[in-house]
Protein backbone atom coordinates (compact mmCIF):
# COMPACT_ATOMS: atom_id res chain seq x y z
CA UNK A 1 0.00 0.00 0.00
CA UNK A 2 1.33 3.60 -1.05
CA UNK A 3 1.99 5.60 2.03
CA UNK A 4 1.77 9.45 1.80
CA UNK A 5 5.03 10.67 0.18
CA UNK A 6 7.67 12.97 2.59
CA UNK A 7 7.17 16.00 0.54
CA UNK A 8 3.60 16.69 1.70
CA UNK A 9 4.45 15.60 5.54
CA UNK A 10 3.98 19.08 7.54
CA UNK A 11 6.87 20.13 8.97
CA UNK A 12 6.10 20.00 12.29
CA UNK A 13 6.52 16.00 12.12
CA UNK A 14 10.23 15.84 10.18
CA UNK A 15 12.61 14.30 12.44
CA UNK A 16 16.25 15.29 12.64
CA UNK A 17 18.35 12.39 13.53
CA UNK A 18 18.34 10.55 10.44
CA UNK A 19 18.09 6.55 9.89
CA UNK A 20 20.47 4.39 7.67
CA UNK A 21 19.04 0.40 6.96
CA UNK A 22 21.84 -2.08 5.38
CA UNK A 23 19.90 -4.40 3.05
CA UNK A 24 20.66 -7.83 3.24
CA UNK A 25 18.57 -11.05 2.86
CA UNK A 26 15.98 -10.23 4.71
CA UNK A 27 14.75 -6.84 2.74
CA UNK A 28 16.45 -7.84 -0.64
CA UNK A 29 13.24 -7.35 -2.23
CA UNK A 30 11.55 -3.78 -4.05
CA UNK A 31 8.74 -4.12 -1.59
CA UNK A 32 10.81 -4.43 1.79
CA UNK A 33 13.18 -1.62 0.57
CA UNK A 34 9.93 0.19 -0.09
CA UNK A 35 8.68 0.05 3.57
CA UNK A 36 12.26 0.57 4.69
CA UNK A 37 12.23 3.97 3.16
CA UNK A 38 8.42 4.74 3.41
CA UNK A 39 8.73 4.14 7.50
CA UNK A 40 11.59 6.12 7.95
CA UNK A 41 15.22 4.89 6.60
CA UNK A 42 16.74 8.17 4.82
CA UNK A 43 19.81 6.01 3.78
CA UNK A 44 20.63 2.62 2.29
CA UNK A 45 23.65 0.79 2.99
CA UNK A 46 25.30 -2.06 0.49
CA UNK A 47 27.55 -3.98 2.82
CA UNK A 48 30.14 -5.29 0.02
CA UNK A 49 31.50 -8.06 2.44
CA UNK A 50 28.60 -9.79 1.29
CA UNK A 51 26.15 -10.54 -2.14
CA UNK A 52 26.77 -10.50 -5.78
CA UNK A 53 27.49 -7.41 -7.98
CA UNK A 54 24.44 -8.16 -9.51
CA UNK A 55 22.66 -8.27 -6.82
CA UNK A 56 24.30 -4.44 -6.05
CA UNK A 57 23.21 -3.24 -8.94
CA UNK A 58 19.58 -4.81 -8.26
CA UNK A 59 19.41 -2.90 -5.37
CA UNK A 60 20.21 0.10 -6.16
CA UNK A 61 17.55 -0.10 -8.92
CA UNK A 62 15.15 -0.49 -6.27
CA UNK A 63 15.83 2.22 -3.78
CA UNK A 64 15.95 4.76 -7.14
CA UNK A 65 12.57 3.93 -7.54
CA UNK A 66 11.38 3.29 -4.81
CA UNK A 67 12.87 6.61 -3.99
CA UNK A 68 11.04 8.56 -6.18
CA UNK A 69 7.35 6.63 -5.57
CA UNK A 70 7.93 8.27 -2.74
CA UNK A 71 9.25 11.82 -3.49
CA UNK A 72 12.03 11.26 -0.89
CA UNK A 73 15.82 11.60 -1.07
CA UNK A 74 17.72 8.71 -0.08
CA UNK A 75 21.44 8.50 0.24
CA UNK A 76 23.00 4.78 -1.04
CA UNK A 77 26.56 3.57 1.04
CA UNK A 78 28.90 1.81 -0.64
CA UNK A 79 30.09 0.10 2.61
CA UNK A 80 34.28 -1.71 1.55
CA UNK A 81 34.94 -4.44 3.10
CA UNK A 82 38.72 -3.51 3.35
CA UNK A 83 41.75 -5.79 5.16
CA UNK A 84 38.76 -7.74 7.24
CA UNK A 85 41.36 -10.66 9.05
CA UNK A 86 39.73 -13.97 9.73
CA UNK A 87 40.88 -17.36 10.47
CA UNK A 88 41.21 -19.83 7.38
CA UNK A 89 39.06 -23.40 6.85
CA UNK A 90 39.66 -26.10 9.20
CA UNK A 91 37.70 -29.24 10.41
CA UNK A 92 36.01 -29.06 14.15
CA UNK A 93 36.79 -26.48 17.06
CA UNK A 94 40.38 -25.71 18.36
CA UNK A 95 40.49 -25.60 22.35
CA UNK A 96 43.02 -23.45 23.70
CA UNK A 97 44.36 -22.54 27.36
CA UNK A 98 45.71 -19.97 28.60
CA UNK A 99 49.57 -20.33 28.51
CA UNK A 100 49.63 -22.43 24.99
CA UNK A 101 51.58 -21.37 22.52
CA UNK A 102 50.38 -21.61 18.58
CA UNK A 103 51.34 -21.00 15.27
CA UNK A 104 49.60 -18.81 12.69
CA UNK A 105 50.31 -19.42 9.43
CA UNK A 106 48.30 -17.68 5.43
CA UNK A 107 46.76 -20.45 3.89
CA UNK A 108 48.10 -23.18 6.18
CA UNK A 109 46.46 -27.04 6.58
CA UNK A 110 45.92 -27.78 10.32
CA UNK A 111 45.58 -31.26 9.97
CA UNK A 112 49.14 -31.54 8.32
CA UNK A 113 50.77 -29.66 10.49
CA UNK A 114 49.39 -28.13 13.71
CA UNK A 115 49.59 -24.37 12.38
CA UNK A 116 46.25 -22.03 12.64
CA UNK A 117 45.07 -20.82 9.14
CA UNK A 118 44.46 -17.60 8.23
CA UNK A 119 42.93 -15.84 5.27
CA UNK A 120 45.93 -13.22 5.01
CA UNK A 121 49.59 -12.85 4.90
CA UNK A 122 49.98 -11.23 8.28
CA UNK A 123 53.69 -12.28 9.03
CA UNK A 124 54.69 -8.83 6.95
CA UNK A 125 52.74 -6.30 9.40
CA UNK A 126 52.99 -7.55 12.80
CA UNK A 127 55.57 -7.62 15.79
CA UNK A 128 56.72 -9.20 18.66
CA UNK A 129 54.69 -8.03 21.53
CA UNK A 130 51.43 -7.14 20.01
CA UNK A 131 48.11 -8.45 20.61
CA UNK A 132 45.92 -10.69 18.15
CA UNK A 133 42.02 -11.14 19.24
CA UNK A 134 40.69 -14.43 17.69
CA UNK A 135 37.20 -14.77 17.36
CA UNK A 136 35.53 -11.24 18.39
CA UNK A 137 37.81 -11.27 21.48
CA UNK A 138 36.62 -14.38 22.77
CA UNK A 139 40.54 -15.29 22.28
CA UNK A 140 43.45 -12.89 23.40
CA UNK A 141 46.98 -13.61 22.05
CA UNK A 142 50.10 -11.83 22.49
CA UNK A 143 53.04 -12.21 19.21
CA UNK A 144 56.03 -13.99 21.35
CA UNK A 145 58.26 -14.39 17.24
CA UNK A 146 57.39 -13.18 13.60
CA UNK A 147 60.00 -16.32 11.91
CA UNK A 148 59.50 -17.82 7.94
CA UNK A 149 56.41 -15.97 7.48
CA UNK A 150 55.18 -18.01 10.69
CA UNK A 151 53.64 -16.19 13.39
CA UNK A 152 54.03 -17.42 16.89
CA UNK A 153 51.31 -16.60 19.47
CA UNK A 154 51.02 -17.18 23.33
CA UNK A 155 47.19 -17.08 24.57
CA UNK A 156 46.44 -15.88 27.12
CA UNK A 157 43.19 -17.04 27.78
CA UNK A 158 41.06 -20.47 27.71
CA UNK A 159 38.65 -20.73 24.70
CA UNK A 160 37.46 -22.02 21.17
CA UNK A 161 38.28 -21.24 17.74
CA UNK A 162 36.03 -21.43 14.90
CA UNK A 163 36.79 -21.29 11.10
CA UNK A 164 36.42 -17.90 9.50
CA UNK A 165 36.23 -16.03 12.71
CA UNK A 166 37.26 -12.41 12.80
CA UNK A 167 40.87 -11.19 14.05
CA UNK A 168 41.64 -8.03 15.31
CA UNK A 169 44.95 -6.44 15.67
CA UNK A 170 44.79 -3.25 17.88
CA UNK A 171 48.84 -2.96 17.87
CA UNK A 172 49.71 -3.53 14.63
CA UNK A 173 49.99 -1.13 11.63
CA UNK A 174 48.46 -1.50 8.30
CA UNK A 175 51.21 1.21 6.52
CA UNK A 176 49.19 2.55 3.97
CA UNK A 177 47.37 -1.19 2.47
CA UNK A 178 43.33 -0.42 4.13
CA UNK A 179 42.54 -0.63 0.43
CA UNK A 180 42.34 -4.26 -0.81
CA UNK A 181 42.42 -5.73 -4.33
CA UNK A 182 38.72 -6.52 -3.45
CA UNK A 183 38.11 -2.75 -2.68
CA UNK A 184 39.52 -1.91 -5.61
CA UNK A 185 37.13 -3.64 -7.82
CA UNK A 186 34.18 -3.16 -6.11
CA UNK A 187 34.66 0.67 -6.60
CA UNK A 188 35.48 -0.14 -10.31
CA UNK A 189 32.13 -1.66 -10.00
CA UNK A 190 30.16 0.75 -7.93
CA UNK A 191 31.88 3.90 -10.33
CA UNK A 192 28.88 2.49 -12.83
CA UNK A 193 26.10 2.45 -9.99
CA UNK A 194 24.42 5.79 -8.24
CA UNK A 195 26.36 5.79 -5.20
CA UNK A 196 26.49 8.73 -2.67
CA UNK A 197 29.23 7.83 -0.17
CA UNK A 198 31.94 5.42 0.11
CA UNK A 199 32.16 4.06 3.67
CA UNK A 200 35.88 2.58 3.97
CA UNK A 201 36.49 0.44 6.87
CA UNK A 202 40.01 0.28 8.98
CA UNK A 203 40.80 3.38 8.35
CA UNK A 204 44.15 4.35 10.19
CA UNK A 205 45.71 7.81 9.03
CA UNK A 206 44.36 10.77 6.83
CA UNK A 207 47.00 9.39 4.02
CA UNK A 208 44.53 6.39 3.70
CA UNK A 209 41.02 8.90 3.20
CA UNK A 210 43.48 10.19 0.68
CA UNK A 211 44.58 7.43 -1.19
CA UNK A 212 40.61 6.76 -1.56
CA UNK A 213 39.76 10.05 -2.67
CA UNK A 214 42.48 9.43 -5.07
CA UNK A 215 40.89 6.25 -6.50
CA UNK A 216 37.24 8.41 -6.68
CA UNK A 217 38.97 10.54 -8.53
CA UNK A 218 40.34 8.20 -11.14
CA UNK A 219 37.07 6.84 -11.42
CA UNK A 220 35.48 9.83 -11.95
CA UNK A 221 33.17 9.03 -8.87
CA UNK A 222 31.42 11.91 -7.22
CA UNK A 223 30.39 9.96 -3.92
CA UNK A 224 31.58 11.49 -0.88
CA UNK A 225 34.31 9.63 1.55
CA UNK A 226 32.72 8.02 4.61
CA UNK A 227 35.42 6.99 7.25
CA UNK A 228 34.21 4.03 9.62
CA UNK A 229 36.17 4.34 13.02
CA UNK A 230 36.85 1.27 14.05
CA UNK A 231 41.00 0.96 14.33
CA UNK A 232 42.70 2.05 17.67
CA UNK A 233 44.97 4.26 15.30
CA UNK A 234 42.12 6.22 14.34
CA UNK A 235 41.82 7.24 17.39
CA UNK A 236 44.80 8.01 17.71
CA UNK A 237 44.49 10.13 14.53
CA UNK A 238 40.95 11.19 15.38
CA UNK A 239 40.92 14.71 14.61
CA UNK A 240 43.45 14.47 11.61
CA UNK A 241 40.79 11.92 10.41
CA UNK A 242 38.11 14.22 11.14
CA UNK A 243 39.29 16.82 8.91
CA UNK A 244 40.14 14.74 5.96
CA UNK A 245 37.06 13.19 5.50
CA UNK A 246 33.37 14.09 4.27
CA UNK A 247 31.74 11.71 7.01
CA UNK A 248 32.36 9.23 9.28
CA UNK A 249 30.46 6.36 11.11
CA UNK A 250 31.55 5.21 14.61
CA UNK A 251 31.49 1.74 13.87
CA UNK A 252 31.03 0.20 17.99
CA UNK A 253 31.74 -3.37 17.40
CA UNK A 254 35.38 -3.63 15.96
CA UNK A 255 35.86 -0.89 18.01
CA UNK A 256 35.37 -2.18 20.95
CA UNK A 257 38.26 -4.93 20.09
CA UNK A 258 40.37 -1.92 19.28
CA UNK A 259 40.32 -0.15 22.61
CA UNK A 260 38.73 -0.86 26.00
CA UNK A 261 34.87 -1.90 25.58
CA UNK A 262 34.40 0.92 28.41
CA UNK A 263 35.89 3.33 26.29
CA UNK A 264 33.70 3.35 22.96
CA UNK A 265 30.84 4.97 24.47
CA UNK A 266 33.23 8.18 25.74
CA UNK A 267 34.68 8.20 22.16
CA UNK A 268 31.73 7.84 20.63
CA UNK A 269 31.01 11.68 21.96
CA UNK A 270 34.37 12.75 21.34
CA UNK A 271 33.62 11.87 17.26
CA UNK A 272 30.38 13.35 17.49
CA UNK A 273 31.44 16.52 18.54
CA UNK A 274 34.53 17.02 16.48
CA UNK A 275 32.43 16.27 13.66
CA UNK A 276 29.78 18.94 14.52
CA UNK A 277 33.16 21.32 14.63
CA UNK A 278 33.86 20.31 11.57
CA UNK A 279 30.76 20.23 10.19
CA UNK A 280 30.85 16.54 8.96
CA UNK A 281 28.00 14.10 9.34
CA UNK A 282 28.39 11.58 12.00
CA UNK A 283 26.69 7.94 11.85
CA UNK A 284 26.26 6.03 15.00
CA UNK A 285 26.42 1.88 13.86
CA UNK A 286 26.03 -0.79 15.13
CA UNK A 287 23.87 -3.39 17.88
CA UNK A 288 21.56 -0.06 18.34
CA UNK A 289 18.72 -3.08 18.23
CA UNK A 290 20.52 -6.15 17.98
CA UNK A 291 18.04 -8.45 20.32
CA UNK A 292 15.73 -7.09 17.40
CA UNK A 293 17.15 -9.59 14.43
CA UNK A 294 15.22 -12.39 16.47
CA UNK A 295 12.72 -10.48 19.24
CA UNK A 296 9.79 -8.54 18.03
CA UNK A 297 10.58 -5.62 20.97
CA UNK A 298 14.05 -3.87 21.53
CA UNK A 299 15.68 -4.18 25.18
CA UNK A 300 15.27 -0.86 27.62
CA UNK A 301 18.51 -0.27 27.39
CA UNK A 302 18.79 -0.10 23.40
CA UNK A 303 16.10 2.47 23.19
CA UNK A 304 18.14 4.15 26.00
CA UNK A 305 21.45 4.10 23.50
CA UNK A 306 18.98 5.55 20.58
CA UNK A 307 17.71 8.14 22.75
CA UNK A 308 20.90 9.42 24.18
CA UNK A 309 22.41 9.15 20.66
CA UNK A 310 20.05 11.75 19.67
CA UNK A 311 20.46 13.73 22.35
CA UNK A 312 24.51 13.68 21.91
CA UNK A 313 23.99 14.96 18.67
CA UNK A 314 24.08 12.13 15.75
CA UNK A 315 23.16 13.30 12.63
CA UNK A 316 22.10 9.58 11.58
CA UNK A 317 21.58 5.99 13.54
CA UNK A 318 22.40 2.57 11.56
CA UNK A 319 21.18 -0.48 11.67
CA UNK A 320 23.10 -3.33 10.56
CA UNK A 321 21.83 -6.39 11.39
CA UNK A 322 18.71 -6.29 12.20
CA UNK A 323 17.39 -4.92 9.01
CA UNK A 324 20.04 -7.22 6.95
CA UNK A 325 19.39 -10.20 8.44
CA UNK A 326 16.94 -9.94 11.14
CA UNK A 327 13.30 -11.17 11.85
CA UNK A 328 11.93 -7.99 11.81
CA UNK A 329 13.54 -5.23 9.76
CA UNK A 330 10.49 -3.29 9.20
CA UNK A 331 9.60 -3.16 12.98
CA UNK A 332 12.80 -1.92 13.94
CA UNK A 333 12.80 1.11 11.39
CA UNK A 334 9.42 1.53 12.83
CA UNK A 335 10.74 1.46 16.87
CA UNK A 336 13.86 3.32 15.64
CA UNK A 337 11.87 6.22 14.21
CA UNK A 338 9.32 6.47 17.30
CA UNK A 339 12.21 6.98 19.49
CA UNK A 340 13.89 10.00 17.68
CA UNK A 341 10.58 11.28 17.30
CA UNK A 342 9.96 10.71 21.09
CA UNK A 343 13.32 11.77 22.14
CA UNK A 344 13.72 15.18 19.99
CA UNK A 345 10.15 16.32 21.24
CA UNK A 346 10.62 15.39 25.03
CA UNK A 347 13.78 15.41 25.95
CA UNK A 348 16.20 18.06 23.22
CA UNK A 349 18.52 19.90 24.59
CA UNK A 350 20.19 22.61 22.74
CA UNK A 351 24.04 21.79 22.33
CA UNK A 352 25.92 24.98 22.39
CA UNK A 353 27.85 25.86 19.29
CA UNK A 354 31.08 23.69 18.87
CA UNK A 355 34.37 25.93 18.71
CA UNK A 356 35.39 27.22 15.65
CA UNK A 357 37.82 25.19 13.73
CA UNK A 358 37.90 27.59 10.96
CA UNK A 359 36.58 31.87 10.53
CA UNK A 360 35.52 31.09 6.46
CA UNK A 361 32.50 33.12 5.29
CA UNK A 362 30.53 30.10 5.12
CA UNK A 363 30.72 29.02 8.53
CA UNK A 364 29.82 32.37 9.89
CA UNK A 365 27.10 33.44 7.59
CA UNK A 366 25.55 30.12 8.40
CA UNK A 367 25.74 30.73 12.49
CA UNK A 368 24.49 34.15 11.93
CA UNK A 369 21.48 32.37 10.33
CA UNK A 370 20.56 29.73 12.60
CA UNK A 371 20.82 32.77 15.47
CA UNK A 372 18.41 35.05 13.59
CA UNK A 373 16.24 32.19 13.16
CA UNK A 374 16.52 31.46 16.90
CA UNK A 375 15.96 34.81 18.29
CA UNK A 376 12.41 35.41 16.01
CA UNK A 377 11.50 32.12 16.21
CA UNK A 378 11.26 30.98 12.90
CA UNK A 379 9.20 28.14 11.61
CA UNK A 380 12.34 27.46 9.14
CA UNK A 381 15.60 27.69 7.54
CA UNK A 382 15.44 27.66 3.65
CA UNK A 383 18.31 27.35 2.38
CA UNK A 384 19.81 27.31 -1.32
CA UNK A 385 23.62 24.87 -1.38
CA UNK A 386 25.19 23.48 -4.72
CA UNK A 387 27.62 21.29 -3.19
CA UNK A 388 25.42 20.75 0.21
CA UNK A 389 28.04 23.30 2.62
CA UNK A 390 26.39 25.72 3.72
CA UNK A 391 23.31 23.09 4.67
CA UNK A 392 26.13 21.12 6.69
CA UNK A 393 27.02 24.34 8.39
CA UNK A 394 23.72 25.42 9.51
CA UNK A 395 23.03 21.48 10.61
CA UNK A 396 25.91 21.65 12.39
CA UNK A 397 24.59 23.94 14.94
CA UNK A 398 21.86 21.46 16.02
CA UNK A 399 18.99 23.95 15.81
CA UNK A 400 15.76 22.95 16.90
CA UNK A 401 14.68 24.75 13.54
CA UNK A 402 13.90 22.55 10.12
CA UNK A 403 16.43 22.96 7.55
CA UNK A 404 14.72 22.62 4.06
CA UNK A 405 17.95 22.64 1.18
CA UNK A 406 16.91 23.79 -2.38
CA UNK A 407 19.53 22.59 -5.14
CA UNK A 408 20.12 22.00 -8.48
CA UNK A 409 22.39 19.14 -7.84
CA UNK A 410 21.20 15.39 -7.91
CA UNK A 411 24.09 14.10 -5.97
CA UNK A 412 23.55 16.81 -3.11
CA UNK A 413 19.79 16.10 -3.12
CA UNK A 414 20.44 12.50 -2.19
CA UNK A 415 23.68 13.27 0.18
CA UNK A 416 22.14 15.75 2.29
CA UNK A 417 19.34 12.78 3.04
CA UNK A 418 21.35 11.64 5.95
CA UNK A 419 22.30 14.89 7.23
CA UNK A 420 20.90 16.06 10.51
CA UNK A 421 17.33 18.43 10.67
CA UNK A 422 17.55 18.46 6.57
CA UNK A 423 14.55 17.71 4.16
CA UNK A 424 16.13 18.45 0.92
CA UNK A 425 14.60 19.48 -2.80
CA UNK A 426 15.80 19.68 -6.18
CA UNK A 427 15.42 22.02 -8.34
CA UNK A 428 16.53 24.41 -11.28
CA UNK A 429 19.37 27.19 -10.79
CA UNK A 430 17.10 29.93 -10.03
CA UNK A 431 18.51 33.65 -8.49
CA UNK A 432 14.78 32.82 -6.48
CA UNK A 433 15.33 29.35 -5.86
CA UNK A 434 14.57 29.70 -2.30
CA UNK A 435 11.98 32.07 -2.26
CA UNK A 436 10.04 29.50 -4.89
CA UNK A 437 10.68 26.91 -2.90
CA UNK A 438 9.42 28.40 0.06
CA UNK A 439 5.91 29.29 -2.03
CA UNK A 440 5.61 25.95 -2.59
CA UNK A 441 5.63 24.62 0.16
CA UNK A 442 3.17 27.08 1.74
CA UNK A 443 0.71 25.70 -1.65
CA UNK A 444 1.35 22.00 -0.32
CA UNK A 445 0.49 23.28 3.11
CA UNK A 446 3.90 22.17 4.84
CA UNK A 447 4.69 25.60 5.68
CA UNK A 448 1.55 27.53 6.69
CA UNK A 449 0.25 31.54 6.11
CA UNK A 450 1.74 33.63 9.34
CA UNK A 451 4.63 31.11 9.49
CA UNK A 452 8.07 33.32 9.66
CA UNK A 453 11.07 31.94 7.59
CA UNK A 454 14.07 32.87 7.21
CA UNK A 455 16.01 32.15 3.77
CA UNK A 456 19.58 31.96 2.59
CA UNK A 457 20.77 32.47 -0.57
CA UNK A 458 23.45 33.84 -3.00
CA UNK A 459 23.87 36.43 -5.57
CA UNK A 460 25.38 33.50 -7.78
CA UNK A 461 22.99 30.58 -8.07
CA UNK A 462 24.56 27.55 -9.01
CA UNK A 463 27.92 28.26 -7.78
CA UNK A 464 29.86 26.57 -4.86
CA UNK A 465 30.16 28.94 -1.73
CA UNK A 466 28.48 32.45 -2.80
CA UNK A 467 25.78 31.99 0.24
CA UNK A 468 25.55 36.38 1.03
CA UNK A 469 22.11 37.01 1.91
CA UNK A 470 19.99 36.28 4.38
CA UNK A 471 16.35 37.15 4.43
CA UNK A 472 13.17 37.02 6.72
CA UNK A 473 9.64 36.34 5.42
CA UNK A 474 6.03 36.66 6.73
CA UNK A 475 3.83 33.81 5.19
CA UNK A 476 0.68 36.02 3.82
Known sequence: MLQKNSSTIPISSYKRTKIIATVGPSTSSYQAIYSLIAEGA?????????????????????????????????????????????????DGVIEVKAGQSLVLSH?????????????????????????????????????TSVIDGKIHIRIENDGLLIKRKGINLPDTDFNGDVITAKDRADLVFGSTLDIDYVAQSFVQS??????????????????????????????????????????LMVARGDLAYEVLPEAVPTI?????GLCRRYAKPVIVATQMLFSMTTAAE?????????????????????????????????????????????????IYQRVEYPEYVNRTRQAIISRSIVDLAEDIEATAIVAETKSGATAQQLASKRTRKPI?????????????????????????????????????????????????????????????GTTDTIKVRLLE
Open 42 to 90: NGIRLNFSHGTHEERQQQVQWIRQASKELLKPVAIIQDLQGPKIRLGDF
Open 206 to 247: ADDVRELRKILSNLNMKAKVMVKFETKAAIDNMEEIVAETDS
Open 107 to 143: NANFKLSGEVPIQFDLSKKVKRGERIYIYDGKVRSTV
Open 404 to 464: IAVTSDERTYQQLAIVYGIKSFVRPVDRFAATKLTDWLLKQKILAKGDVVVTASGKYPGVV
Open 268 to 272: QSQLI
Open 298 to 346: PTRAELSDIANAVMAGADCLMLSDETASGNYPIEAIKIMKRTILYSESH
